[in-house]
């Protein structure tokens, strides 16, 4: 992995962290024992997915450069489509509050996602090779 990539990746999983922390105090306090372990489950959730997801695509993007946009549209639309398929298969269960899992999840992908988009525009990485400095002959 690139020291530009694992930058993101850090860049992404502290803030998610912190709102996965953040999550279960709020849930421990509102819904008690349950509560802070949907929480929980949640925000880990969101950090291996996510997480998972962002270093596949760096390793896709390595091998097949030309294909990075639409593995990049690939990627997050399968994680989304995950998630929900995790929040409606674990709507009815009685292990954890859903409800403290359903809203830490939401909130960690958001705040995954807008730490990714502030990692990327602060990122300050050539796209374009430039020039040697030696002369042509």
């Excluded at 009815?92 to 730490?115: D, Q, R």
């Excluded at 990714?116 to 990485?125: P, T």
């Amino acid at each position: 992995m690139q020291s530009n990539d694992a930058r993101t990746l850090l860049h992404c999983a502290l803030p998610t962290a912190a709102a996965g922390a953040a999550g279960v105090a709020v849930s421990a306090a509102v819904a008690g024992g349950k509560g802070a372990l949907g929480a929980t489950f949640g925000a880990l959730v969101v950090l291996l997915f996510m997480g998972g997801g962002l270093v596949a695509l760096q390793r896709g993007a390595r091998s097949f450069p030309h294909l990075f946009q639409m593995m990049g549209l690939l990627v997050y639309t399968v994680q989304i489509l995950v998630l929900m398929v995790a929040l409606t298969a674990l709507r009815g269960t009685s292990a954890f509050n859903h409800k403290c899992f359903a809203f830490t999840l939401l909130a960690a992908t958001l705040v995954w996602m807008g730490a990714q988009v502030r990692s990327h525009m602060k990122a300050k990485v050539l796209y374009v090779e430039p020039e040697s400095a030696r002369p042509q002959s």
